[in-house]
């Protein structure tokens, strides 16, 4: 593990590579680009930066416009408005006619802190797995973040990128890192349990995983970077093997990661299973620590919920 990096830093800075190797990538803002970190992209490429101002509707139409033409837009706004406020138009002009549209969403999860419940966008995976032809990724790290985000201008379709506010360890080697879609990456091997878990919850596991280790319990790592189209074949080896799952996410347990994981399994193999994120309620404002600690996010849950697992195994 090493720098503290938030992933909505990693975004900005793949932007400015991926722009100047693609003359085809656009990048559209509403009104909020130095908080999703396109500011940069604006000042390198003005005459393929546009601010559409606070429409987020709009903003979407005029993507689906710009990828219809040939671009490669990557919109960005909050993802509480992203997946909210414009949800009609991804759904009906984008995700519909399977436009090439690349929709990066920052201020995700209870981590958004002080911004409080109506900035915390705790339902937007499952807003965006339900739509079909769109593709869900929420990236560990700025390592992986920097692999996304061009991986996904090479591929031709929708997709919905999940970033943070907040700096997180970076816990993949930028040398040896290879970001492959729909296939999850298992970080550490475990023949009792196995953690499957995305975007900056991957850091949590991994902590949890070696206090487990110290009490004598094997949990396996397994990082979900695509939520859709998920990784069945990895997640119904894994169960096969250890029998125990759980899964961690900075999101509502219903509809996003636990929800997919479970999905697979009760059609395949069903096995003991608990899901760790927001049990269903909104968050509040407060700083991103203390609100990962009161809703139970951390690596000392993820411990305690493995126990109690194991006994039942």
């Given at each position: 593990?090493?720098?503290?990096?938030?992933?909505?830093?990693?975004?900005?800075?793949?932007?400015?590579?991926?722009?100047?190797?693609?003359?085809?990538?656009?990048?559209?803002?509403?009104?909020?680009?130095?908080?999703?970190?396109?500011?940069?992209?604006?000042?390198?490429?003005?005459?393929?930066?546009?601010?559409?101002?606070?429409?987020?509707?709009?903003?979407?139409?005029?993507?689906?416009?710009?990828?219809?033409?040939?671009?490669?837009?990557?919109?960005?706004?909050?993802?509480?408005?992203?997946?909210?406020?414009?949800?009609?138009?991804?759904?009906?002009?984008?995700?519909?006619?399977?436009?090439?549209?690349?929709?990066?969403?920052?201020?995700?999860?209870?981590?958004?802190?002080?911004?409080?419940?109506?900035?915390?966008?705790?339902?937007?995976?499952?807003?965006?797995?339900?739509?079909?032809?769109?593709?869900?990724?929420?990236?560990?790290?700025?390592?992986?973040?920097?692999?996304?985000?061009?991986?996904?201008?090479?591929?031709?379709?929708?997709?919905?990128?999940?970033?943070?506010?907040?700096?997180?360890?970076?816990?993949?080697?930028?040398?040896?890192?290879?970001?492959?879609?729909?296939?999850?990456?298992?970080?550490?091997?475990?023949?009792?349990?196995?953690?499957?878990?995305?975007?900056?919850?991957?850091?949590?596991?991994?902590?949890?995983?070696?206090?487990?280790?110290?009490?004598?319990?094997?949990?396996?790592?397994?990082?979900?970077?695509?939520?859709?189209?998920?990784?069945?074949?990895?997640?119904?080896k894994k169960?096969?093997?250890?029998?125990?799952?759980?899964?961690?996410?900075?999101?509502?347990?219903?509809?996003?990661?636990?929800?997919a994981v479970?999905?697979?399994?009760?059609?395949?193999?069903?096995v003991i299973?608990?899901?760790?994120?927001?049990?269903?309620?909104?968050?509040?404002?407060?700083?991103?620590?203390?609100?990962?600690?009161?809703?139970?996010?951390?690596?000392?849950?993820?411990?305690?919920?493995?126990?109690?697992?194991?006994?039942?195994?």
């Amino acid at each position: 593990m090493g720098n503290m990096i938030a992933t909505r830093d990693a975004y900005g800075k793949a932007l400015i590579s991926l722009g100047k190797t693609n003359n085809n990538v656009v990048v559209l803002d509403a009104d909020l680009s130095k908080s999703t970190k396109t500011a940069e992209f604006s000042t390198t490429f003005p005459d393929r930066f546009f601010n559409m101002g606070i429409a987020e509707q709009n903003m979407m139409g005029v993507a689906a416009g710009f990828a219809t033409a040939g671009k490669i837009p990557y919109v960005s706004t909050f993802a509480m408005f992203a997946t909210g406020r414009a949800f009609e138009i991804i759904r009906n002009s984008i995700a519909y006619p399977k436009l090439n549209v690349k929709i990066c969403a920052t201020h995700a999860g209870i981590t958004v802190g002080e911004d409080g419940a109506s900035h915390q966008a705790l339902e937007d995976i499952a807003c965006m797995r339900a739509i079909p032809n769109m593709t869900v990724i929420a990236p560990a790290d700025a390592v992986e973040t920097d692999a996304v985000i061009h991986a996904v201008s090479e591929f031709d379709g929708p997709v919905y990128v999940r970033l943070g506010r907040l700096a997180v360890p970076v816990i993949n080697d930028s040398e040896t890192y290879s970001f492959e879609l729909g296939k999850g990456v298992e970080l550490k091997e475990g023949k009792d349990v196995t953690i499957f878990a995305t975007g900056m919850m991957v850091n949590e596991a991994l902590i949890a995983s070696e206090t487990l280790k110290e009490q004598g319990i094997n949990a396996g790592v397994v990082n979900i970077h695509t939520i859709k189209p998920i990784d069945k074949d990895l997640i119904i080896k894994k169960a096969k093997e250890t029998g125990v799952v759980i899964t961690v996410e900075e999101h509502n347990i219903i509809g996003g990661l636990g929800s997919a994981v479970a999905e697979v399994l009760s059609e395949n193999h069903p096995v003991i299973m608990k899901r760790i994120g927001i049990n269903d309620t909104f968050g509040e404002s407060g700083k991103p620590k203390d609100l990962l600690e009161k809703y139970k996010l951390n690596a000392s849950q993820i411990v305690e919920i493995t126990k109690e697992l194991m006994t039942n195994k």
